[in-house]
């Protein structure tokens, strides 16, 4: 499954607004670090990477949290994530 | 603050006389410090002031990692300059002896500052848990009547400013990241720092004199404020060299926030009195960046917590695969029970035994523990350390409590009265503190089992209270939020079962006439909650029910809830205390 990077902040955006749904996606700032603007505890962050994984077929493994931490870090990873695993 | 019922510990005819069987006295490890009988005694004095007239001044006192890859040392002589003009600011606001200072921000610089500081001048201290949500912060700064709140610009403003007026004890917020344009009704803290002189900011305390303020929950009513004294400094200083193999050349990381009472005994107080190195990370969780850390900044003795012990295990060998952690000399863990598997896993992981430890807010430091050099039984908590007298008993509401010899029995865990970091009372709620007391025993909540070798065994709570990633959640508060809620008739939290967490807070709600109980409803509830309790004490589900059930009096019966989660029958919970 390829989708544009479009598709993909929605998808992480609407998982968000699941688990958080005090957020207003409008106030989030793409190139911060997500967690100190989102209030998500440890369980929190663990269910929006699970909800990813089941959601997008993406498993993120705890090597590349660091490459997560920020809403647009996290979009180029899920959409390069999902292209390579695309048939070409 | 009101002054508080301080409960005073008697002081022992001539302690030297009678020291343990196995040589320990209170009263030796109290000289150690340089503490005289009837004299005077100060946290800060004593974890940063006296170091800086030292030899060891200009060792690092903390290394602070920041979140964007920062690294500061503070070293102990810069810290006792850092805290003499706060202290001094605070003098200069009319803030004295007593009142309440309260503190909620990230671990940064800033935060020890403020803690260490007002301690210096007798203030009252209360970090709060940055999680926390407006309610939280709202209930506890009023309950102690808090006069100043150390925060970030956004923190006030998304959490205190909207709730300002509800707080008339409140005279000053200070911000630590306010550049010139401070919010109205605050006062920028770098601003106040450096007016400030540097001269020595001392109010003499004594060892009975309040210090410290940990809220913590119980079943029913409000968090309660467990204050903490000047002389639990002595219990601090020796628990962490007994149970944590503590020693002043070690770079320590403590790895919980101040906000939690581990924080701060073991995160600030501890390892400055010690003289040792401690380690502040400001970042969040993260497997690979922890693991750098330990290995980068040559940690000697790391204590930390089953869920981050649980999640570092769940990311598999890979994560370890290739890392040395040469340094690395002795583990503990905290917040509660330590499962066997994880203890196994410690010892592939990092060659080390990973010595579980018990304690709670209102012990103020640690009780029990599988300290350095003895065997360690893999999910057992430990065994008494030495000065701490720890019993079990059989608690029944109504009936006198008795003490359980038999091995291996489940009874309550109750300690004998006069360690020096024990509580001395709930900030305004004399009642609460005098039942939890059985004479001289002090009544923990948490039942366990003792084996015939004296190692005890955490088997649960005997109340309601929830136990998350080791933080106790009241379900009276969280319960309180919902049934504010215009759909909501009532409400009932219990803690789920969870792999990682331990528990995590689940909500059942019936709904007033009318509202439908629908996913957008539950979405509506969910973000209520986590606006007004912030993520760490808001519940993770929500479940709607068409009755809860109930005790003949009214009360709701959390345990069949429970239960029914559970898929047991309703009748297998044990019903401690619970009417009939």
Redesign the interface.
Known sequence: MSLSSEQVRAEVLAILK?L???VDPAQIVPDQ?L??QV?????????VLACIHEQLGVNI???D??KVVTLDSMVAYLTARLAAASPA | MKPPPIRRLPAPADPDDAPAADGFSWAAVARELGLTPGGGVNIAELAVDRHARSAIADKAAFRFLG?AGARREVSYRELAELTDRFGNALTALGIGRGDGVFVLCGRVCELYVAVLGALKIGAVVSPLFP?F?PEPIRNRIAQAAGKVLVTTAAAYRRKVAPLRGELPSLQHVLLIDAAGDADAGTLELHALLRAAPATPARVPTGPDDPALLHFTSGTTGQPKGALHVHGAVVGHYASARRALDLHPDDVFWCTADPGWVTGTSYGIVAPLVIGATSIVDEA??????WLGILAGERVNVWYTAP?ALR?LL???P??LAGRRFPDLRFIASVGEALNPEAVRWGQEAFGQTIHDTWWQSETGGIMIANAAGQPVRPGSMGRPLPGVVARVVRHVEGEPVTLIETPDTVGELALEAGWPSMFRGYLGQPGRYRESFAGDLYLSGDLVRRDADGYYWFVGRRDDVIK??GHLIGPCEVESVLMAHPAVAEAAVIGKP?A??GE?VKAFVTLRHGARPDDALR??L???A??RL???VAP?EIAFVLELPHTRSGKIMRRRLKARELGLPEDDMPAWGEEK
């Open positions: 699941r958080a749904p005090e670090v967690r100190t209030d998500l505890d440890s369980m929190d962050w663990l269910n493994p705890e090597l949290y660091g | 979140a999680s949500g969040d969780f993260d497997p690979l960046r869920t999640l769940k990311a598999g890979e994560l998350s990633a969870d990682l967490a995590v979405l509506e969910l973000a209520h986590r606006r912030g993520a760490a993770k």
